[in-house]
């Protein structure tokens, strides 16, 4: 297959900002709360979990599922806007795209491990309550490269840890006391989250997909390897190194980024009771669009 054109790449992108568009208005046409009756709306009036103030309020599971909509599936629109505006250009650098794909598809994963089906109430907040201390660990980090003399862990980690254990919720440490995690629930790693999540949606070999796309972020060897080609320049009689990307691995990212996207607006859509229906219609049909760019290339 041919190496693609800058227009090409641009119809990619093209594609990729009106999945974002189109999900941006879906969500904004329905209220924040869920339908009554519906799973989430279910959830957040479930009284069967107890902590030391008695059955937990609506707020605890709330908070859950707006972790998983308000943040991760934000952020993950906004790398779809990221990626839309890398493949509009006529000259596309190489490595920028793959490694915002990337990071979107890890994002979709971790709303898609807060929203998966069939798991309780209980495991959707601590699930969420994981993803959110894992986010105030990642900041002490960045606050002790600057103070060297900070703690291991803030006071704000410990204060997050009481509230969550005033839930009821069980934690496990280690022989130190440092915190493993609450009630036996793993936070997966992201080769485990992304491989779960893609192969859910279908997608085949995601493991090996995701693999590829963090050799590119991590290692700059491997990613010219993988998209420079060293040529003879006769007129020099030096090597010169050329893009050798194809056509389908900028449709491969624009597929995938556009697919996950609207795979977890559409799955919170349904725990909150709303109409799926349009937003399938329409990531069909931008997937026969990607299909049709790269087929007429």
Same mark, same amino acid.
């Given at each position: 297959?041919?190496?693609?054109?800058?227009?090409?790449?641009?119809?990619?992108?093209?594609?990729?900002?009106?999945?974002?568009?189109?999900?941006?208005?879906?969500?904004?046409?329905?209220?924040?709360?869920?339908?009554?009756?519906?799973?989430?709306?279910?959830?957040?009036?479930?009284?069967?979990?107890?902590?030391?103030?008695?059955?937990?309020?609506?707020?605890?599971?709330?908070?859950?599922?707006?972790?998983?909509?308000?943040?991760?599936?934000?952020?993950?629109?906004?790398?779809?806007?990221?990626?839309?505006?890398?493949?509009?250009?006529?000259?596309?650098?190489?490595?920028?795209?793959?490694?915002?794909?990337?990071?979107?598809?890890?994002?979709?994963?971790?709303?898609?491990?807060?929203?998966?089906?069939?798991?309780?109430?209980?495991?959707?907040?601590?699930?969420?309550?994981?993803?959110?201390?894992?986010?105030?660990?990642?900041?002490?980090?960045?606050?002790? =490269?600057?103070? &060297?003399? *900070?703690?291991? @862990?803030? /006071?704000?980690?410990?204060?997050?840890?009481?509230?969550?254990?005033? #839930?009821?919720?069980?934690?496990?440490?280690?022989?130190?006391?440092?915190?493993?995690?609450?009630?036996?629930?793993?936070?997966?790693?992201?080769?485990?989250?992304?491989?779960?999540?893609?192969?859910?949606?279908?997608?085949?070999?995601?493991?090996?997909?995701?693999?590829?796309?963090?050799?590119?972020?991590?290692?700059?060897?491997? =990613?010219?390897? &993988?998209? *420079?080609?060293? @040529?003879? /320049?006769?007129?020099?009689?030096?090597?010169?190194?050329?893009?050798? #990307?194809?056509?389908?691995?900028?449709?491969?990212?624009?597929?995938?980024?556009?697919?996950?996207?609207?795979?977890?607006?559409?799955?919170?859509?349904?725990?909150?009771?709303?109409?799926?229906?349009?937003?399938?219609?329409?990531?069909?049909?931008?997937?026969?669009?990607?299909?049709?760019?790269?087929?007429?290339?």
């Amino acid at each position: 297959m041919p190496e693609p054109l800058g227009s090409l790449n641009a119809e990619f992108g093209w594609v990729s900002a009106e999945a974002y568009d189109f999900a941006v208005k879906y969500v904004q046409d329905f209220a924040p709360e869920p339908l009554l009756g519906s799973i989430a709306d279910s959830e957040m009036s479930d009284v069967s979990n107890v902590g030391t103030n008695g059955p937990w309020s609506r707020q605890v599971v709330e908070s859950a599922y707006s972790i998983a909509n308000a943040i991760f599936i934000v952020a993950t629109g906004q790398y779809l806007r990221s990626l839309s505006f890398l493949l509009c250009q006529d000259d596309m650098a190489l490595f920028g795209f793959q490694t915002v794909t990337r990071s979107l598809v890890e994002t979709a994963a971790r709303a898609w491990w807060i929203l998966e089906n069939d798991i309780s109430p209980r495991e959707r907040v601590i699930r969420a309550r994981t993803e959110r201390l894992d986010s105030l660990v990642e900041r002490d980090k960045f606050l002790r =490269a600057g103070d &060297s003399t *900070l703690p291991l @862990v803030s /006071d704000s980690q410990i204060e997050f840890r009481a509230k969550t254990a005033l #839930l009821g919720v069980s934690e496990t440490q280690d022989r130190k006391g440092n915190f493993l995690r609450f009630e036996g629930i793993i936070r997966p790693s992201n080769t485990t989250a992304v491989t779960r999540f893609l192969t859910a949606r279908g997608e085949l070999d995601a493991e090996k997909w995701y693999r590829y796309y963090s050799g590119i972020a991590h290692s700059a060897i491997f =990613a010219s390897t &993988s998209n *420079l080609e060293a @040529v003879m /320049d006769e007129a020099t009689g030096y090597y010169r190194y050329i893009p050798r #990307l194809q056509a389908a691995e900028v449709f491969d990212a624009a597929r995938i980024s556009t697919g996950s996207f609207f795979a977890v607006v559409a799955q919170n859509s349904m725990l909150f009771g709303h109409d799926q229906e349009p937003l399938v219609r329409e990531g069909e049909r931008l997937d026969r669009v990607l299909l049709n760019l790269v087929t007429d290339s």
